[in-house]
């Protein structure tokens, strides 16, 4: 079986099988499964940045556009000797799922196929396909354990250069492990805040924690996903006129948002409605906020989800860049989901 275990996929991924010409990342954990699949893009040697050498599809897009992927996998290179056809936001799509299948048995001999995908059931769809060729490879990507946690945070204090006291590790710890990016996003938020010490302490982990300040701005969060545009902005201005960092907002947003997107694939793909799968929500939906997220489930599709968070990661790198312009840069990204979530609903 073309299969890794979970604590496999890393020493896999540092290594992959040069025979390997279809990678299948897939899990709940969505932040996981982009940081793993921008590794394994690295190690093809290609240039990420080169539209030539590198082709990026959406997995709703590939599903209007049947046999859109056999296509681009049969394209001849014209400046590299290979391709990377790189396909996001996979789900149950069945399109998607018939060119893969159509890829093992004729194999492509100048592409590779990277797909990223939300939690797919075993021996069903894109997943089987993978899981019996001979020339593809599932990874499963799973919420972090303890010690990938403490692994992600070494990862992120040893590129500062700072190390972190026993208690606000501790500390750190138990607001992390719903999802990589997210996780990593908290750590450098850390980093960040505490730019120019060689030690991060107690003090600094609870000045940056969503457990210690969310309250200040959970109200501009939840106006963001109803659509509120005025209440957003409203909450948004009180929270930063108060002293709160503006990053603090994007992060909670991000946070949402994936965790949003990964309910929205388990309807997409198990057929379920909002409602069960906000339910069954591991870790669960305060009570007073399913129905919220149930209408933002309703709301927002995969592709839509896609736009705010690629939007959200952009307005984070900006505020880092220019942290004079940080709030402008922030509200500007903000309110432009708020704006398309009103618009969703008035769609709907």
């Known amino acids: 079986m073309a299969q890794k275990k979970g604590y496999e996929v890393d020493s896999w991924l540092a290594r ?33 940045d080169d539209p030539f050498s590198v082709v990026r599809l959406d997995g709703s ?4 556009d049947e046999g859109r992927l056999l296509d681009e996998a049969r394209t001849v290179p014209m ?17 998607l799922a018939d060119d893969v299948k159509a890829l093992t ?4 001999q100048d592409a590779i196929i990277l797909i990223e995908a939300g939690d797919l059931k075993k021996g069903v769809g894109l997943r089987a396909i993978v899981e019996a060729a001979d020339i593809a490879m599932a990874l499963p990507c799973y919420a972090d354990e303890a010690r990938d946690i403490d692994t992600v945070i070494d990862d992120e204090l040893r590129k500062a250069g700072m190390s972190m006291t026993l208690e606000a590790r501790q500390a750190l710890r138990r607001n992390l492990g719903g999802d990589r990016l997210a996780s ?9 805040y505490a730019h120019g010490q060689t030690e991060i302490g107690l003090d600094d982990v609870k000045a940056t924690s969503g457990d210690v300040s969310g309250l200040s701005f959970d109200d501009a969060v939840d106006a963001l996903l109803e659509g509120k545009v005025g209440d957003f902005d409203m909450a948004f201005t009180r929270h930063c006129q108060s ?20 309910m929205r694939g388990q309807m997409d793909t198990g057929g379920r409605n909002a409602a069960s799968v906000v339910a069954a929500a591991r870790p669960p939906v305060f009570f007073t906020r399913r129905k919220l997220v149930e209408k933002a489930l309703e709301r927002w599709n995969s592709e839509a989800l896609g736009r ?23 509200r500007q990204a903000l309110l432009g989901i708020a704006v398309e979530s009103a618009r969703l609903a008035q769609r709907g």
């Open 61 to 64: 897009e590939v599903d209007r």
């Open 243 to 262: 002293g709160g960092q503006a990053f603090l907002v994007l992060s909670s947003a991000m946070r949402q948002l994936q965790a949003i997107q990964a």
């Open 16 to 48: 992959p099988d040069p025979r390997i010409s279809i990678v299948l990342l897939y899990g709940p954990d969505r932040g996981l499964v982009a940081e793993r699949a921008k590794a394994f893009a690295g190690k093809t040697g290609l240039p990420l």
């Open 79 to 95: 400046f590299s000797d290979r391709r990377l056809l790189w396909v996001r936001n996979a789900s149950g799509q069945k399109a």
């Open 308 to 330: 705010a968070l690629t939007r959200l990661q952009t307005a984070v790198l900006q505020t880092r860049r220019r942290p004079d312009l940080s709030v402008a840069l922030a």
């Open 105 to 108: 048995s004729e194999p492509a």
């Open 184 to 192: 990593r996003g908290e750590i450098e938020k850390l980093v960040l």
